[in-house]
C-alpha cells in the first residue's frame, strides 16, 4: 500500500493552524490511514489503495479539515467553459484507448506545491496506474501548445524531442536509452505504433506513459497547465483525473474544461467535477453498524466525510465528490458514517447467536494420533509442505512422479508440494546432527498428490511418519512401532514383502488394510542416509491417516 | 555436621579410600589403586567426593616428560642440519647448486642457518657470518643426545635456558611433551574423627540400591540406607514431546470451539476462483501478481464449480449484478479465474463455506485453522508458508458493533490492556478494521490483526441473499513468537531439535 511523506509545515499551512505531531499520530489513523512514523520534517502515513484522493497534502488537508468539523459538506469545484478541444485517432483505440484531459489556470508553483505534485503523481502511477500502464498522467505547460492537440501513434523512426534531451530522438531510442524509456518500455511491448499526444503544429506533448517532450516542459515560472491522463481503463484515469484537478483548485487554481473527440463521433468533456448521486437508505445503516441513528445524524457524518445530502423520509440522497475513487455500493457511505462518527464511539457487543460448534472429525482423530505418538517418547516436528523434486525423489533414491509443481517460485528449494512425508523427516534429521542421538521424530500432516477427479486435480492427503534415529535403529522397532498404533486403533494389517525403494531390499514392507496400502517401513538404505549426510541409521514408516479414519469410521 | 553424620552419607568407595589413608596419611591415586583394589578413576571419584565432605584434602602435581621424535633421534645420531651445514661452511662458502646435489636436508639447514644468522646468501652462494665461525657446538645437539640417552623425568633437571631451547625442540617436532598430573590424597584431622565412626557404621549393614532379592529375602530389615546429597544434580530425560506450534494450534481451536465456532476445511491448492474471485478482487489486483502469488504448473488450471453462482460473480465484478455496486467494470476472465494457486489466506476457505450455506442454515459461526502460502523469499522475517487463522460470523442482525464485541473479547482474552480498532481496507471488505494494542516500550499504536464485513459484491453472488458476515484473523505466528521468546521467523519452522527439546509446555 502507498506511504506518502508529509511535510509538518506545509500541512500546518493548509490546516490554517499549529497541528501537533501528537495529535495527528492519535487521530489520522482514526480517519482511516495508517501511520508509519516520524521523520525529520514531518511523518510517514500509509494510504489506502482505494483512496488516491488522500496521496496528495491538499487531499489529506480537506479530507482532515472535514473530519475534525471545521469545514463539513459538499464543496464545489466550478469548471469553466472552454473551447479547448482534442481528438483522439482511431490508431490509438488498439493500444491506448482511452484520454482525458484538462486545463488548469492560475497555479502558483511553490515549493509544497510542486512537491506535493510530484509525490502524488508518483504513487498514483505505482497503485491506481499499475506502474503506469492502467493509468499515465502528463503534465504540460498550457503556453506553447496550439489546440486542437491530437492523440494518435507514430511509428518507430518517429522523432521528437523528449524532456531533458538536446536534440531529437527517434522512438526506439527513446525505449532503449533513456531510463524511463527502459523501465515502461513493457507497457507498450508488442505495438507496432507508439501512442504521441501531438499539438497543431506537430509539436510532441508526449508519448504516454513513457515521457513528455520538451517541448512543454514545466519550471517555477509556469502559471497554466494542460493535463492528459491516458490508459486502458477509463474509470480509473477519470478517477486520476479528478483528484489532480481538485488538488490544484484547492490552491486556488482555475479548472477549464477540454473536449476529448472520440473516433467513433462521441465527445467526452472533461473534466467533470460535479458530484454524484447515490440513495443511501438510513434503515440499511442503521441495521449495519447496530446503532439508531435518526437520518438527520447519518446526515451530518457523511458531511464531514466531504459528500452532500439530501434527505427525503428516510432515504438520503448522497452528493459524492468526483473524486472519491472508493464508492461502489451503499455499503461504503455506511462505513463513512462509522468513520464520521468515529469508531472509538461504537459500544462493542456480543449477538446471542446460538450455533453449532465444533473441530473437524479428521483434526480431532490426527490430535489424538499426535498425543499418543508422544507417548512412545517421540518427539514431534512441523515441518514445510514445500519441496522439490531432488529432496522427494533423488535424494531418497525414490523413481520419480508426477506432483504439483508451481510455475513461478522465488527459490529453488521450494518449488513443489510434497507428495510423501518421509523426505521432510530425513530433512530435520540431516539439519540436526550437532544434536545428541538417539533423534526419534514423528509428524502428523497433509500432502498433495495429483488427482483428476478434484475440481483443481490434486488432492491432500493427511500423513503419519515416524523416524526412529540412533545406532541401533532396526526394522523391528519400527514395524513394533507400527504395530502398536494399529493395535491402539484395533485395527490389522496385512504385511507384504514389496516396499518404497528407499528402504534396504529385505527389510521393508508395505501394509494393507482392505486391499488399500495404509503403511510403507523399512530401515533406511545406506546410499539414502549419505545422500543426507546422516551417519546414524534410520528406521522410518509413513502411514495413511485418511485410510486410518475410513477404517475406524466407516460411516463417516 | 558431625563425623557420625558424615559417616553414614560415605560412599563404599569412600569408605575404602578412607580407610586406607588412615593407614598411610597421604598416597598417591596409583597406590590407593594398589591398597583398596579400585581402578583409578573410581578412586580419583571418590577423593572427589570425599573432599568436598571434609575427610580428605588432595593436590595435584603436573609432571613433564620429555621424549624424542623419530626426526629427533636422528639429528641425535646424526647430527642438527644447520650444524652440519655450518661445519661444512668453515671450511669456505659453498655454491648452493652444488650443495642441492648434495647435502640432505639442505632447505631446512638453510632456514635454520639463516633464522640463527650464521651465514648470509648471495648469487647462489652461501659463507658464513662472523657470528656463524665463532658458535660452536650447539646446546640443542647437547640436548636431543642427553634425551637420547634418557627421557627427562621432569623440568627441575634442567636449567630455564635449557628450558625455552626444549620448548623450541617441541615446536620443531623433534621432542615430544608429555604431561602426567599426579594426584596426592592426604587424610584430614576431620577424616581421622570420622574413621572410628565408619567402623560403627559398618556394623550397620548400608543399602545403596534397594533390590527385588532384598525385598523377597527380607534382607532390608536392619540395614539403614546410604544418605544422598539431595541437592546434588542428576542426569536429564529426554522426553517424547509435541512441538510448539501444533501445542498452540491445538489451543487456537480450543478458543475458536469455546466460543461457539465450527471448523471449515479446504485445500492448499485452490482455483484463483476461490482465493481471489469470490472474494470479489479484481483479476487486475496487485495482489494476484506472480510476486506475491505461487501459481502452478501442474495441475495449472481446473475447473470452474457451479456455472449458475460463477455467472453471479462474472456479473458482479463486471456492473454489480442485483448487489447495488457499480462494479469493478471491467471484462471477467473465466480463463484466469480458472488458473490454478497456493492458497494465499484461509479466506478462500471462508467464501466457500458461504458458498455452500443455504438462509436455512443460518445464523452461524465458522472457524479455520491452516497454512497459507505466499510467493516470498525466506528471511528472518518471511516465510513462504505460515499458518493462519480466520473466524466468521454469519447472520442477519449481526453489525459492527458485534464485530468490536467479539475482537474486544478476544484482545481481553489475550490480557492486552490499551487497544483501539480503527478503520482499515481490504478489497473484500467495507466496514473493515485493524486492530491495535499499545506498546509502552515504543510510545506508539501496533497493528496486530485485520478484520472486517464482508462486502455485500462478495456474500451475495455466493449465498444468493444480503446478509453480513463479520470476519477476523487473529493473527497466529507473532503470538507463537512472543511466547517462545523466538525473534527469527525461520526458528519457528526449522525444526532444531535443541529448541524444540528445551521449549516449554504450552499451559493455556
Known sequence: ?556 | MNPREVAERLHENERKVLHALSGVGTATTEELSRLTGLARDAVEKASDWAATKGVVSFREEVSQFFTLTDEGRGYAEKGLPEQNLRKLLVHGPQEIAKLKQTFKNLNIALAWIRRNGWADIGDGVIQLTEEGKKVGDSIEERLLRALDETSLQSLEAVTEEDEALLEQLVKRKLVNKREEMTRFVAITDFGRQVVPELEKAEKVKVITQLTPEMLANGLWKGASFQRYDVTLPVPSLSPGKRHFISQVIDYIRRFWVELGFKEMKGEYLELSFWNFDALYQPQDHPARDLADTFYMKTPYSGHLPDMEMVERVKETHENGWTTGSLGWQYMWDPEVAARNCLRTHTTSLSVKQIAKLTPDDLPAKFFSCGRVFRNETIDWNHLAEFYQTDGIVIGEGVTFRDMKGYLKAYMEGLGVERFRFRPGYFPYTEMSMEAEVWTEERGEWMELFGAGMFRPEVVKPLIGIDVPVLAWGPGFDRLVMQSYKVNNIKELYTNDIGLLRRARLWTE
Open chain 1, 1 to 556: 500500500m502507498p506511504v506518502i511523506e508529509v511535510n509538518i509545515e506545509d500541512l500546518r499551512e493548509l490546516l490554517g493552524r499549529d497541528v501537533t505531531v501528537e495529535e495527528l499520530q492519535d487521530r489520522l489513523p482514526m480517519m482511516g490511514t495508517s501511520w508509519e512514523g516520524v521523520t525529520e520534517d514531518g511523518f510517514h502515513l500509509e494510504v489506502f489503495p482505494n483512496r488516491p484522493d488522500l496521496l496528495s497534502i491538499e487531499g489529506l488537508a480537506r479530507a482532515y479539515v472535514s473530519w475534525t468539523g471545521a469545514q463539513t459538506g459538499l464543496r464545489s469545484y466550478p469548471v469553466k467553459k472552454s473551447d479547448y478541444k482534442v481528438v483522439v485517432d482511431e490508431k490509438t483505440q488498439k493500444v491506448r484507448p482511452w484520454f482525458v484531459t484538462a486545463v488548469v489556470k492560475n497555479v502558483e508553483f511553490d515549493d509544497p506545491l510542486i512537491r506535493s505534485i510530484i509525490q502524488m503523481q508518483e504513487k498514483l502511477h505505482v497503485t491506481h496506474g499499475r506502474r503506469r500502464r492502467k493509468v499515465a498522467i502528463g503534465l504540460h505547460s498550457l503556453e506553447p501548445i496550439e489546440f486542437p492537440v491530437t492523440y494518435t501513434t507514430k511509428p518507430p523512426e518517429f522523432k521528437f524531442r523528449p524532456l531533458g534531451e538536446r536534440f531529437e530522438k527517434d522512438l526506439n531510442w527513446i525505449l532503449e536509452e533513456m531510463k524511463t524509456g527502459k523501465e515502461y518500455a513493457w507497457t507498450v511491448e508488442g505495438f507496432k505504433e507508439y501512442p504521441m499526444i501531438l499539438d497543431r503544429k506537430g509539436m510532441v506533448l508526449s508519448m504516454p506513459p513513457i515521457i513528455n517532450g520538451e517541448y512543454t516542459r514545466i519550471d517555477e515560472a509556469t502559471t497554466e497547465l494542460f493535463i492528459d491522463v491516458t490508459g486502458t481503463d477509463l474509470k480509473a484515469i477519470t478517477e486520476v483525473l479528478n483528484v489532480i484537478c481538485v488538488t490544484l483548485a484547492d490552491r486556488g487554481a482555475e479548472i477549464h474544461e477540454v473536449h476529448n473527440h472520440y473516433p467513433d463521433g462521441s465527445v467526452l468533456t472533461t473534466p467533470n467535477l460535479d458530484p454524484w448521486v447515490m440513495e443511501l437508505d438510513n434503515d440499511y445503516v442503521n441495521r449495519t453498524l447496530g446503532v439508531e441513528f435518526t437520518p438527520q445524524m447519518s446526515a451530518r457524518e457523511l458531511e464531514k466525510m466531504g459528500h452532500g445530502t439530501e434527505i427525503e423520509g428516510d432515504i438520503i440522497k448522497v452528493l459524492i465528490p468526483s473524486y472519491r475513487a472508493d464508492i461502489m455500493h451503499p455499503i461504503d457511505l455506511v462505513e463513512d458514517v462509522a468513520i464520521g462518527y468515529d469508531y472509538d464511539n461504537f459500544e462493542p457487543e456480543i449477538p446471542p447467536i446460538s450455533s453449532e460448534a465444533g473441530e473437524d472429525p479428521l483434526e480431532v482423530f490426527s490430535r489424538g494420533l499426535r498425543n499418543f505418538l508422544v507417548g512412545l517418547g517421540l518427539l514431534e516436528v512441523v515441518t514445510f509442505m514445500m519441496s522439490n523434486r531432488e529432496k522427494l525423489f533423488q535424494r531418497m533414491s525414490l523413481p520419480e512422479e508426477p506432483i504439483c509443481e508451481t510455475d513461478n517460485p522465488k527459490m529453488e528449494a521450494y518449488d513443489s508440494l510434497r507428495n510423501r512425508l518421509l523426505p521432510s523427516l530425513m530433512e530435520v534429521l540431516s539439519t540436526n546432527k550437532h544434536h545428541p542421538y538417539p533423534q526419534n521424530l514423528y509428524e502428523v500432516d497433509d500432502v498433495v498428490v495429483l488427482d483428476p477427479s478434484t475440481e483443481t486435480g490434486a488432492r491432500s492427503r493427511r500423513r503419519l511418519a515416524v523416524a526412529l534415529c540412533h545406532s541401533s535403529a532396526s526394522f523391528s522397532e519400527i514395524k513394533a512401532t507400527m504395530n502398536t498404533i494399529l493395535e491402539n486403533l484395533e485395527l490389522d494389517a496385512k504385511v507384504t514383502e514389496e516396499g518404497w525403494e528407499c528402504f534396504i531390499e529385505g527389510r521393508r514392507y508395505t501394509a494393507t488394510l482392505g486391499g488399500e496400502p495404509l503403511c510403507w517401513a523399512g530401515e533406511v538404505k545406506p546410499e539414502v542416509l549419505e545422500n543426507w549426510e546422516l551417519e546414524m541409521p534410520v528406521a522410518a514408516l509413513e502411514m495413511d491417516v485418511d485410510a486410518l479414519f475410513k477404517n475406524i469410521n466407516p460411516q463417516k
